[in-house]
């Protein structure tokens, strides 16, 4: 029945005017912070950087071969297996030959399902490595399937550190989704400085601390780097003391002694004890701290180094120091990441992609309104006022959540309206038909929303799988969409079964004795 309980009645008047409440908190300031949250705007309305990158697998893909290579020279020597001439070619392959003996055994073990040697990867029914044996000469390379699985692992690791460095910086909203298997998407909105960001994403920040070698040459064990500015060469011993995987905390300070600026690190518990160990041993000896392939400071061990921090010196500016400390945070990238795509959208072209989007907006719905002022007269203008307060729930809600809206969003919004229209259009249509039969108007009226109910329903519901696939499987601009027609098909059926049939019943109730009152 056309019916509304006072406790409905009161329900849908508090919803109403909260949701609206959250929608003014777009337009005007409140001191209240939970009032305070907005409406974020994304990339294309609000200006920022877009970013491709593309993460170069040849490094990884080499590391992963030495260090196979080690355990291979460490489990021949455990099991006294004979071989010779175990080395890497072309950082791709494995070349060792063995005595006649074992060639059978270790043959074997690399056909193993439970091979530590040789990993076997159920879901592709295939082992990590494949590999081929001539005689007495064994070669192993990754297979495809392996080379997948490194891919994959490598992105997700790349992709968590990306976002790390991001979220340490306070991007707001920033959108980092991956790209097919070698590549991540980065988009920043209002990002003001996206040199910094360039900058941050291009560093691999593979920190190590080893000592420097007297000799004059690089020899075995030993290679030699050159310092950040270039302007020094030294030969530093290939043993790694500690990396950046010991440390828990990074952070810029002033030295009090030099009055410079540091950045100071706090080591775990193993990296403590390394560290100690090491600068204990190593007194009077250079130490040099190497990122990335460039030594950055190679300060003389004074004292033995146990407490489990130190500092990192350096030709550092505060924004430098912070820089790194953020780096040293957030770990080493596995490779690599190459910006191979760049956008800026400036605020200016933002700016008037809302003000197209909000005039498209503006004439729809004052088209819409028109439309159904002329086709229903008094229903018409209960129907507008159900779609007004449609658009204050739907925006209402997004700034609840502070969802992202992006010009796609815009466009949901517009297409929300179309929907809610279309809803009431097919009740109202409905009514006519349920009048021609049934003289009493409430009952009418009360027949023509129940039985168009189903229509209603069944065309905003396909629209919301719509919808959800395209929020699952979409990206960017396309989830931005997605959300708002979702969120719009919710707030729709709530306006038109709510809002527009509470004013309905009030109406008719009062003119239920009126002839043909639609």
Do not use: C, W
Not at 106 to 132: A, G, M, V, W
Not at 369 to 392: D, Q, S, T
């Amino acid at each position: 029945m056309l019916y509304f309980s006072k406790i409905k009645i009161i329900s849908i008047i508090i919803f109403t005017v909260i949701f609206s409440y959250f929608t003014a908190s777009n337009f005007f300031k409140f001191d209240d912070n939970f009032l305070k949250k907005k409406i974020n705007l994304g990339l294309d309305l609000q200006g920022g950087s877009y970013l491709l990158l593309e993460i170069d697998n040849e490094p990884v893909i080499t590391q992963k071969l030495q260090i196979k290579l080690s355990s291979l020279k460490k489990y021949f020597k455990n099991e006294n297996i004979i071989f010779k001439n175990l080395k890497l070619i072309n950082n791709e392959l494995i070349y060792f030959e063995l005595n006649q003996e074992f060639v059978e055994k270790f043959s074997s073990l690399l056909e193993d399902k439970n091979s530590d040697i040789n990993p076997y990867y159920q879901r592709f029914k295939t082992h990590e490595f494949d590999f081929n044996v001539k005689d007495n000469v064994f070669n192993l390379k990754y297979s495809k399937y392996g080379l997948v699985e490194l891919k994959k692992t490598s992105l997700n690791q790349a992709l968590e550190i990306v976002r790390r460095r991001i979220d340490e910086i306070g991007t707001n909203e920033p959108n980092i989704l991956r790209r097919g298997s070698d590549r991540i998407l980065v988009e920043l909105p209002g990002l003001d400085d996206p040199q910094r960001i360039k900058s941050l994403l291009g560093k691999t920040a593979n920190l190590t601390f080893r000592f420097v070698v007297q000799n004059e040459e690089p020899s075995f064990g030993s290679e030699k780097l050159t310092t950040e500015d270039g302007l020094e060469e030294l030969i530093v011993s290939k043993r790694i003391i500690i990396s950046g995987e010991n440390l828990v905390d990074a952070k810029p300070r002033m030295d009090n002694q030099s009055n410079q600026t540091v950045v100071s690190f706090t080591l775990d518990r193993v990296g403590a004890k390394r560290f100690g160990k090491a600068t204990r041993s190593g007194i009077g000896k250079r130490l040099a701290i190497i990122l990335d392939g460039k030594i950055i400071s190679a300060p003389v061990v004074r004292d033995a180094i146990s407490s489990g921090s130190g500092q990192i010196s350096g030709n550092f500016t505060f924004q430098s120091a912070t820089d790194l400390s953020l780096l040293l945070r957030s770990g080493a990238l596995p490779a690599p990441l190459n910006i191979i795509e760049e956008r800026t959208v400036g605020p200016d072209l933002g700016q008037d992609s809302i003000d197209a989007g909000i005039l498209a907006l503006i004439i729809g719905f004052f088209l819409v309104i028109l439309f159904m002022l002329f086709k229903y007269k008094v229903f018409g203008l209960i129907a507008n006022v159900a779609l007004i307060f449609n658009l204050f729930l739907l925006v209402g809600i997004l700034t609840l959540f502070e969802a992202t809206l992006t010009l796609p969003g815009i466009a949901g919004i517009i297409l929300t309206v179309g929907m809610a229209v279309d809803a009431n259009v097919l009740i109202f249509e409905r009514i006519k038909e349920e009048s021609k039969i049934e003289k009493n108007n409430i009952l009418a009226f009360d027949s023509g929303y129940n039985r168009s109910k189903t229509a209603v329903i069944d065309a905003n519901v396909t629209t919301l799988i719509s919808a959800i696939i395209l929020f699952f499987l979409g990206s960017g601009p396309v989830k931005g969409f997605s959300v708002t027609l979702g969120v719009g098909i919710f707030t729709t059926l709530f306006s038109v079964y709510f809002i527009a049939r509470l004013l309905t019943s009030l109406y008719v109730t009062r003119n239920k004795h009126k002839e043909s009152l639609i």
